[in-house]
């Protein structure tokens, strides 16, 4: 019957040296640069002058005040701020049947057990063998000690283990190394749950927007029609002349051709939405999207630059990707120095397997080798060289994704500002331009008007109504786009303890 060997029957010489060189190789220095986090922007504002924290309102819906509160917290779910049950239904069904988010759950594992692997090299390489052979020699050498018979059966067993000792700590760096671009992996997910959930925010008001436009050019084209009937009454009556009327027909047909493109951009969006969930266009995403039916939040966070470096992923990414070029400075380093590797074996042998364990078939063994690279044509330097210049590479794209994090925040104020300037004065411009196109009509209807000045007003009323529309929108973007550019509030996401690993613990370095 075989009996099983294992690392615990190993000799006490072997057992006793292998502990005292993983101890040795645990408690070793790391040769390279310690990691220290880059230093936060000293910055307090976003502009030269202090900005105002307070915007301007309009009498319309989605035109209230906006109110900037400095360190305002984010919630994980920041578009519940706007009040839709459809578009929070529809994002969270998106969260869980987006490709691109699976994609990246995917490519965080993948970064994970990259670490887990590695780490594997703290520890042994232990095997077990068995080589049972048939043996024929010449029978001058046959050994007389043993059977004497030049053809005999050998069986061997045997426990292997080998274990190179990180002396410098190129191992634990390299390691480093790989769980920092696993945590860069980590929020590059985050990235991508920010960037499909402002998607999908701005495709739902895209679509709002596009259906007022719809809506109120419909309804330019219904004024425009009613006008046109007016004018034919009148040329009857010999009151208006033909080329008056032709001018009418020639403004209706105008507006008739501005529907089909708001149409098919509202197709198109309608695409995306469903893409953006994980639909193809035949499926339905659930009730259209109204302008009127969204909330405009009435508060908005407004980080400091220090802050934002902590909250942004795309930052956060960037900084692992520099502790990572400077880990890989240590492991560069490290494959210069001495490399120190001990081997050991402990084993049976004899000539018949029921006879494998008796006494006296034993063997084993203990030896250690120190490699140093002596000449390699250079190689090993310009590698060290190379992850150098990585490092200063990584440092560069760190402070400059900082700088675009902190512009796209200055961005969004500034548009946010300027763009509920715009809606006020839009409101205005269209209040006056309505108001002036109900006088015109009267007055056309009692012949107290000209023809043009009539379509002037028509005009003025009909490009001031479009321009509401989008001025609503817009200020609905440029609040999803502050969301964005200050990371969206990932770290209050319910699930963020989830994505931390594959197997739900963030591993120390």
């Known amino acids: 019957m075989t009996r099983l060997i294992n690392f615990r029957s190993l000799r006490k010489p072997v057992a006793a040296a292998l502990s005292c060189a993983i101890a040795v190789a645990l408690t070793g220095c790391a040769v390279g640069p310690d990691y220290k986090r880059p230093a936060a922007p000293d910055a307090k504002e976003y502009a030269p002058t202090p900005m105002a924290r307070s915007t301007e309102a309009a009498d319309v819906k989605g035109g209230q005040a906006q109110q900037l509160v400095q360190s305002m917290d984010i919630p994980g779910q920041w578009w519940t701020l706007f009040h839709s049950e459809p578009l929070n239904a529809l994002i969270d069904d998106a969260l869980k049947h987006n490709a691109d988010v699976e994609a990246a759950h995917a490519a965080l594992k993948v970064a994970w057990e990259a670490v887990y692997a590695q780490r594997g090299a703290y520890f042994p390489t232990v095997d077990a063998s068995i080589n049972p052979t048939r043996q024929d020699i010449a029978k001058d050498v046959a050994s007389a000690v043993a059977s004497g018979a030049d053809l005999y059966n050998l069986t061997t ?31 590059q997910l985050e990235a991508t749950y920010l960037t499909l959930t402002s998607n999908l925010v701005n495709a739902a008001i895209t679509e709002a927007s596009l259906r007022a436009q719809i809506a109120t050019t419909q309804q330019i084209i219904e004024e425009q029609t009613r006008i046109l009937a007016i004018l034919q009454r009148q040329q009857a009556l010999g009151d ?26 509202l197709a198109q969006q309608i695409d995306l939405l469903a893409a953006l969930s994980g639909r193809t266009p035949d499926q339905d995403v659930g009730a259209p999207f109204e ?11 407004m980080s400091l630059p220090a802050q934002l470096v902590e909250q942004r992923p795309d930052v956060r990414a960037a900084e692992e990707q520099l502790h990572s070029a400077s880990a890989q400075v240590g492991v560069a380093i490290a494959n210069r120095l001495p490399n120190v590797q001990i081997d050991a074996a402990f084993g049976r042998a004899s000539e018949k397997a029921s006879e494998l364990f008796s006494a006296g078939n034993g063997f084993w063994n203990l030896g250690a080798s120190v490699t140093q690279p002596l000449f390699d044509g250079g190689t090993l330097k310009h590698k060290q060289r190379g992850a150098e210049a990585a490092l200063q590479q990584a440092a560069a794209q760190y402070r400059s994704t900082v700088l675009q994090a902190v512009q796209n925040v200055a961005d969004s104020l500034h548009a946010i500002d300027a763009d509920a300037q715009t809606l006020a004065a839009t409101e205005r411009a269209e209040r006056a331009a309505a108001h002036s196109l109900e006088v015109a009509k009267r007055q056309l209807a009692l012949g107290d008007l000209s023809e043009s000045t009539m379509l002037n007003s028509e005009l003025a009323w009909r490009q001031t109504a479009l321009a509401l529309v989008q001025a609503r929108a817009a200020r609905y973007a440029d609040t999803v786009a502050l969301f964005q550019a200050l990371g969206g509030g990932w770290w209050h996401r319910q699930d963020v303890a989830n994505v931390a690993s594959s197997d739900g613990e963030h591993p120390a370095h």
């Open 240 to 265: 208006v002349s033909e080329a008056a009327v032709a001018v009418q027909v020639t403004a209706l047909e105008q507006s008739k051709a501005t529907l089909p493109p708001l149409q098919k951009q």
């Open 157 to 187: 067993a045997q426990v292997s283990v080998s274990y190179v000792l990180d002396l410098w700590g190129g191992n634990r760096r390299q390691v480093e190394s790989l769980a920092a671009q696993a945590d860069a992996q980590r929020f």
């Open 291 to 301: 302008l009127d039916a969204l909330q405009l939040p009435a508060e908005l966070p």
